[in-house]
């Protein structure tokens, strides 16, 4: 298993980093929110993951150890897969999903795009007793979807972290807002692809 992969960052994409190592340009699926902290040039560190299936090896990143330990126990969630694993991650930190299925909440887990009330559940049955007691101060989102400043500072982030100048990050936020606040539950992926789209229309 590869634990964590450290180098510069070569290149990224809405949700991928190439991180070089030894010479080598790994490419790790990542979170928007993973990749809004990284910077084309900087060194960085990822913690990871690798899923192996049949016919792909996918090297999956995260901020911290402990993101990567909960992505891992997630799957073993029956119907989630490290694509689900990675999206509640985006949605909810480590602690905001630890005390979300301590506090019982079915609402912080169905707004993980994905996930419906059987879904929510099942994680809360399976990972009873299993997530541990949140470690800081983090809380779940009741509210059913993230609020929009929270999409909006995400999306704000994630722009910069691929490049874009602060005024190019405006204007594609102010661009997504209508599709956001139409959605019950504002998706990142969906709203940063859907930014990016503007910027290369402006371009």
């Not at 790790?28 to 990284?38: D, E, G, I, K, S």
């Not at 490049?163 to 661009?175: N, P, W």
């Amino acid at each position: 298993m590869i634990a964590f992969v450290s180098g510069e960052v070569a290149a990224l994409a809405p949700d991928t980093a190439v991180i070089q190592v030894g010479g080598v340009g790994m490419a790790v699926q990542c979170a928007p929110n993973t990749l809004a902290a990284l910077r084309v040039g900087r060194p960085a560190r990822l913690a990871t993951s690798l899923v192996v299936r049949e016919d792909s090896l996918t090297l999956y990143g995260f901020a911290d150890d402990d993101e990567r330990q909960v992505f891992e126990l997630l799957q073993t969630v029956s119907g989630v897969g490290p694509r689900l694993a990675q999206t509640m991650l985006a949605v909810h930190a480590p602690d905001a999903l630890r005390a979300a299925v301590a506090a019982g909440d079915e609402k912080a887990l169905t707004a993980v795009p994905g996930i419906g009330k059987k879904g929510a559940q099942r994680l809360l049955l399976e990972l009873k007793d299993r997530l541990g007691a949140p470690v800081g101060s983090a809380v779940p989102q009741t509210a059913g979807a993230p609020a929009a400043a929270s999409w909006r500072e995400q999306l704000h982030a994630a722009l910069l972290g691929l490049g874009y100048a602060a005024r190019e990050a405006d204007d594609a936020v102010a661009a997504v807002t209508p599709q956001a606040e139409a959605a019950d539950r504002p998706e990142l992926g969906v709203l940063l692809r859907a930014a990016l789209q503007t910027l290369n229309r402006t371009r």
